[in-house]
């Protein structure tokens, strides 16, 4: 779930300001639902997604303010 997600997302950004979406494997959730539900964090300005190029590794980063 989203929320679930948030939680998780949480306890990570507690030793790292940037998350790298393979390194989140421990969610229980399928690569797709996932995604979706960074989407839905994002939009919620909740964290932000970060993509230097296209085909690169995509970040995740604590939304700031």
Known sequence: SVERLHHILTKLFETDEKIELSEINETGMDKISTYIA??????RS?????QEEFYSDLYIVKEVG
Not at 46 to 50: P, T
């Open 46 to 50: 909740r964290i932000d997604l970060v």
């Open 38 to 43: 960074l989407l839905f964090l994002a939009a």
